[in-house]
Every structure is written in C-alpha cells, then in structure tokens.
C-alpha cells in the first residue's frame, strides 16, 4: 500500500506549513500541483468544519488518495467572532493578507489591550476509503495595534499568542508550528493517520 497522503488546499502558505508539520509521519505529502487539476471548490459551509470536510471530500472524490483539509478561521472576541469563516476574504473581492489586516486593525482602532482577545482556530478534516474524521486546534492570543513582523501569512503580523512575547511573524517557522492552531490540530489527528495508514500497510 502507498502511503500517500493529499493537502486539500490552494493556499500555498498552509500547504507548506502542513507539509513541514506532516514531515514526521513517514507519509508520501502530495499537495494540489501534484495532482491533476481540481477546480475551484465553493466553500459555503456555515462551519470551519463543513468546509474541511467539503475541500477533503473533493479532493479524495477526484483523485482516490486520501486528503487532508484545513479551514481556518480568526475569531476576534471584540467583532463577535469575525472574521471567522469568512477570514480570507475578510476585505472583501481581491483580498490579500494585507488588506485583511489592514481591515481588522481600522475595526479594532482605539480598543484596549484588555478587549483585543483573539484565537485562530484550524479544522483538520482527513478523508479516505471508510473514512471521515475531523479535529480541532486553538491558539488563544491577542490582536496587536500594528503589524509586526514578515514571517509567515496572513494575519500572522497582527496576532500575538498568549505568554508570547513576539507575534507570529516574528517567529520562525518551527517556533509558529510548535503553538499553533495547525500545529496542536496536526498532533491531534496524528494518531488517527498512524491508525489508518498502518493498517492499510499491514493488509
Ligand atoms: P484553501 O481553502 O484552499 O485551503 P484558504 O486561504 O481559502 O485556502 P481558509 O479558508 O482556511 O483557506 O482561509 C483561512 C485564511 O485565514 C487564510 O487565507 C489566511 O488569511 C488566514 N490564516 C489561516 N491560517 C493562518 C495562520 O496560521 N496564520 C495567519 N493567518 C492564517
């Protein structure tokens, strides 16, 4: 048995945290370009994990290889839990990482330390034959008044987590994965892929 393992995402900056965190696992890591091409996939679930679920489903339905998908959401405690599903496209049509931070620190303009509460959250969906598993993984922290650091993606300039004293993109990658959201929802859906693959390995 092949124990090759697909990154259900377009989005070149979590494929390559996903294939760093995923390095351990003694998988074969395919993303999307080593594949053949799939289409845009609709996210309109109303859940970090509907939409999992749905990128993994699409990519194990076109290529037979089971997938591993990442929703990933920003929940500010001051907007009420936005940006939440809609975090990458947060500024609207076009967006980019820095327009969507851009956005988030106008909205949070002029509030207190204490009200600046935030946590990433990552669904991890893995998707095979017989199989449909999601996990979770949070990473409470703080928004900051301004963009610090060129590490990273995304929001990762404006989100300091808890007990850090550095934001995101001041760290480096290894320091990112060991606390993250991606990180904690990697080790939880470890055992599950061990499960799997090795007992497709031992048939
Ligand atoms: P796929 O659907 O193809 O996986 P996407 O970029 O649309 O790619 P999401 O729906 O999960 O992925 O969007 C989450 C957005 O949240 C993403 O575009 C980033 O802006 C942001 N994001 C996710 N993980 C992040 C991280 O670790 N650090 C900073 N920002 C992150």
Redesign the pocket.
């Known amino acids: 048995m092949d124990r090759k393992l697909v990154l259900?995402?377009?989005?070149k900056?979590?494929?390559r945290?996903l294939q760093t965190l995923c390095s351990g696992f003694g998988l074969h890591v395919l993303t999307?370009d080593d594949v053949s091409p799939i289409g845009e996939?609709i996210?309109d679930g109303e859940t970090?994990e509907e939409?999992?679920l749905k990128?993994a489903r699409a990519v194990f339905g076109a290529t037979g290889i089971p997938s591993l998908?990442?929703?990933?959401?920003?929940e500010v405690h001051y907007l009420r839990g936005e940006?939440g599903?809609y975090?990458?496209?947060?500024s609207g049509p076009g967006?980019s990482?820095q327009s969507?931070c851009k956005k988030l620190l106008t909205e949070m303009r002029g509030v207190p330390p204490r009200r600046r509460g935030a946590r990433?959250r990552?669904v991890l969906a893995f998707i095979a034959e017989g199989t449909e598993e999601t996990v979770e993984g949070i990473?409470k922290g703080t928004i900051t008044e301004e963009p610090l650091g060129k590490n990273?993606?995304?929001?990762?300039p404006v989100?300091l987590p808890v007990g850090a004293l550095r934001t995101?993109?001041e760290m480096d990658p290894d320091e990112?994965n060991r606390i993250?959201?991606?990180g904690k929802a990697l080790e939880l859906i470890r055992p599950l892929l061990s499960e799997f693959f090795g007992r497709e390995a031992g048939r």
């Open positions: 259900a995402t377009h989005n900056d979590k494929a945290e999307l996939i996210e970090l939409n999992a990128k998908a990442d929703d990933s959401g920003l940006p599903i975090t990458a496209r947060y967006a990482y969507n990433f990552t990473c990273g993606f995304g929001y990762d989100f995101f993109a990112k993250s959201h991606r």
